[in-house]
């Protein structure tokens, strides 16, 4: 069973950046797409962006396009969420997961509607505020 653990949120001021991980571990992600997805208080859960288990398709929600980059290394089992410009708006609980596909695919999950996912991590929390 794939396991994800997401880490590097936490408390930024407005215009700053954060770095968040996504490490698996059960299984090697070279079958997995992942994608971020995020959740603020009160409001539905929103794709921000995806990867294709090859890493070399990505796609992003128009909100963060420009600021926020995914990426992957398939050999340390990990993908990041290189998040900058930050808004207040970009606060809430980001969530990666992981989609089976095949070995070194090009296909990249849908953002909206979210997935489908078949794992989950448990969420960590980005705030930006002054």
């Known amino acids: 069973q794939l396991q994800l653990v997401e880490s590097g949120g936490g408390l930024v001021q407005p215009g700053g950046s954060l770095r968040l991980f996504c490490v698996a571990s059960?299984?090697?992600?070279?079958?997995?797409?992942i994608g971020w997805v995020r959740q603020a208080l009160g409001k539905e859960r929103e794709g921000v962006s995806c990867?294709?288990?090859?890493?070399?398709?990505?796609n992003y929600v128009d909100s963060v396009k420009g600021r926020f980059t995914i990426s992957r290394d398939n050999a340390k089992n990990t993908v990041y969420l290189q998040m900058n410009s930050l808004k207040p708006e970009d606060t809430a609980v980001y969530y990666c997961?992981?989609?089976?596909?095949?070995?070194?695919?090009?296909?990249?999950?849908?953002?909206?509607?979210?997935?489908?996912?078949?794992?989950w991590g448990q969420g960590i929390q980005v705030t930006v505020s002054s």
């Open positions: 997961a992981a989609q089976l596909t095949n070995y070194n695919s090009d296909y990249v999950p849908s953002l909206e509607p979210v997935g489908p996912y078949n794992f």
């Open positions: 059960g299984y090697t992600l070279n079958f997995y797409a």
């Open positions: 990867i294709s288990s090859s890493g070399g398709r990505t």
